[in-house]
């Protein structure tokens, strides 16, 4: 099994400030999903980079896809307090299943 | 309409009893899935089941029994609880893309198991 690691571990920020968040492993995704969980909910996909050196832009939230597929960043512009969650990668690792990273958790203050 | 539910939200039990919870998905998929999140926040995979087949099974203990009566829900009883079973669990489907690559997840609102 992908072992993924998000960085940083958590993340505490003023409203307007940016910010970026990472994810890695020593081995080639086939492809990656960003997930963002608010308290008391489920996680919620937020994106999917399958191609090397993909960026898909949600909104205020950039992501970007490394050129070799072994790394992936997250960046929010103008963070705002309703942007405050739990934010995981996850590979999808063989048949039928997902792996999932040990997560950032980002709180923005107003 | 809730696309995934799980009941219930909210468990509080003694060390040795059995419990179930309960998960229904109405999107259609044909996997669903359980998860448990520690209190660090890491979710781990437990169970997969694709048309009521029983796919992966991690090291879990085998206090630990799905149970899939049709594709549309997944259960989850627990025999014995141990201290370290309280957690969040979070049940969640998925329609396959293809072989060996996962779909987008859908996940339940999560229960949270407390063993005192």
């Known amino acids: 099994t992908q072992l993924l690691e998000q960085s940083p571990q958590f993340l505490s920020i003023q409203e307007g400030e940016n910010l970026t968040v990472y994810c890695n492993s020593s081995?080639?995704?086939?492809?990656l999903q960003w997930y963002r969980q608010e308290p008391g909910e489920g996680p919620v996909l937020l994106v999917t980079v399958v191609t090397g050196g993909e960026v898909k832009k949600l909104k205020r939230l950039t992501f970007q896809f490394g050129d070799a597929r072994k790394d992936s960043s997250l960046h929010i512009t103008a963070a705002q307090p309703g942007d405050t969650g739990l934010y995981l990668c996850?590979?999808?690792?063989?048949?039928?299943?997902?792996?999932f990273g040990k997560g950032t958790m980002l709180l923005v203050s107003p | 309409d809730t696309a995934v539910s799980q009941t219930p939200k909210y468990l509080v039990t003694q060390m040795g009893n059995d419990k179930s919870i309960k998960c229904e998905q109405n999107l259609g998929h044909d996997t669903m899935y359980w998860y448990k999140q520690d209190s660090k926040k890491f979710l781990k995979i437990m169970f997969s089941y694709n048309n009521k087949e029983l796919i992966i099974n991690e090291t879990v203990p085998n206090r630990f029994s799905p149970k899939s009566p049709d594709k549309a829900h997944l259960n989850l009883h627990i025999n014995s609880l141990e201290l370290g079973d309280s957690a969040v669990y979070f049940c969640?489907?998925?329609?396959?893309?293809?072989?060996?690559?996962?779909?987008?997840?859908?996940f339940g609102e999560g229960s949270r198991l407390t063993v005192l």
């Open positions: 969640a489907s998925s329609q396959e893309r293809h072989r060996g690559n996962t779909g987008e997840l859908f």
């Open positions: 081995s080639v995704f086939s492809s």
């Open positions: 996850a590979e999808s690792s063989g048949y039928s299943t997902l792996t």
